[in-house]
């Protein structure tokens, strides 16, 4: 990568990772991301509400490869001594999406005047992280006629540039599950008027946590507790309402809704035995996230041919919500080492390692070659 085009995109990675925007509102994350490339390139610009892509055009070419970031940022307090540190109480950059679009930027550098006998498409993805960015961008590939496409993300407590890829499912599917029951309230010096959900809810969770799943699924299924909800702080009040919140996620798509099936029926069974009303809704509904193997091929090629160290990691927990993209087109995401001593994704310590970009643009380009 030219030394001047690290430069800049190090400059733009510094610059998001000071302004960084939740899902849903990546206003000046998206506008500072066209006017650099503007600024910078001749790429057209192609502009959606609340996401964007950049065109690479060749005269005659035929095959249409695209490139993925995300650019949406945590709901986390930044506590680094940094000078780049947030400038956004309770908002920062701990998921490394600033170093994602700033690396795709730098793609965009390095394409100026070169021919690759290829249409190039830089998608710019906002709210990934709460899985329905992706939902919402996807149109994107019928509407290009897009043949193939790829995407990185950083990988934490890696050696610095090794690149991990995965044949097959690479992330779990998830959701998040909101459980709610309703009674009614009594005095709380008379609780066999009143139906309480606490004894239904407490015991939901106790149940999941007596299940062996491995018994039951093929691939590997988990839930986990996000939150146990009953009653207001009204000491003369028994509870009368709640709600259970769940993370559930599967190695298998299929799996994950069997899942789901499961804790309804539960669920259901346990309210119904005290009479409750209940109800179930969901939200951060991500898919697998399944690789096509052809392409896992050019990234394992594309690391050998540039000399860096490539292995094939295990399936990731969490979800991504590139997996819409896979099953629109052939594609597949390999993953960059941030580093062994880069403290974990989603934690305050965390920052994006800005190395990582070279690697990835690097990656990027020779994916295009082959």
């Known amino acids: 990568m030219k030394r001047e085009n690290y430069q800049l995109i190090k400059a733009l990675r510094h610059e998001l990772h ?27 610009i192609v502009e959606h509400d609340q996401w964007f892509y950049a065109i690479h055009r060749e005269e005659g070419a035929d095959v249409n490869l695209a490139f993925r970031a995300d650019i949406d940022a945590l709901p986390i307090h930044e506590e680094l001594d940094i ?19 700033a690396a795709l930027c730098g793609l965009g550098l390095e394409l100026e005047g070169v021919k690759t006998g290829k249409n190039i498409f830089l998608l710019f993805q906002h709210a990934e992280e709460t899985g329905s960015g992706a939902i919402e961008a996807v149109r994107f590939i019928h509407d290009e006629g897009i043949d193939e496409i790829f995407s990185y993300h950083n990988e934490a407590g890696i050696p610095l540039g090794q690149i991990r890829y995965k044949y097959g499912t690479s992330h779990y599917a998830s959701k998040g599950m909101i459980i709610e029951m309703v009674g009614r309230p ?10 309480n959900p606490a004894y239904a809810l407490s015991q939901l969770v106790m149940d999941l946590q007596a299940l062996d799943p491995q018994e039951m699924f093929e691939g590997e299924v988990l839930w986990t507790v996000i939150q146990l909800d009953v009653g207001e702080p009204a000491f003369g009040t028994a509870a009368s309402s709640g709600k259970l919140l769940l993370t559930i996620r ?12 499961m804790i309804e029926a539960q669920a259901a069974e346990l309210a119904e035995g005290e009479e409750l009303k209940y109800s179930f809704s969901y939200q951060d509904e991500f898919p697998e996230t399944v ?28 979800s991504e919500d590139f997996g819409y993209y896979l099953k629109a087109t052939k594609g ?39």
């Open 250 to 261: 599967a190695e298998l798509e299929r799996e994950l809704d069997e899942l789901q099936d």
């Open 18 to 44: 000071a302004h960084p925007e939740l899902s849903h509102q990546e206003v000046w994350t998206r506008a500072r991301l066209i006017a650099f490339l503007r600024e910078h390139t001749s790429l057209e």
């Open 186 to 195: 009594t005095h709380a010096s008379a609780p066999e008027f009143g139906k």
């Open 83 to 101: 000078p780049h540190c947030s400038k956004i109480p309770g908002v920062s950059h701990k998921c490394g999406h600033d170093g994602h679009a």
């Open 291 to 318: 690789s096509h193997d052809s392409s896992v091929d050019k990234i394992r090629e594309a690391a050998k041919r540039l000399g860096y160290d490539a292995v094939e990691g295990p399936a990731d927990r969490g």
């Open 332 to 370: 597949a995401m390999f993953n960059v080492g941030n580093g062994e001593d880069s403290k974990p994704l989603h934690t305050w310590e965390y920052d994006f390692t800005d190395e990582v970009m070279v690697y990835a643009v690097e990656m990027f380009k020779t994916l295009i070659a082959l």
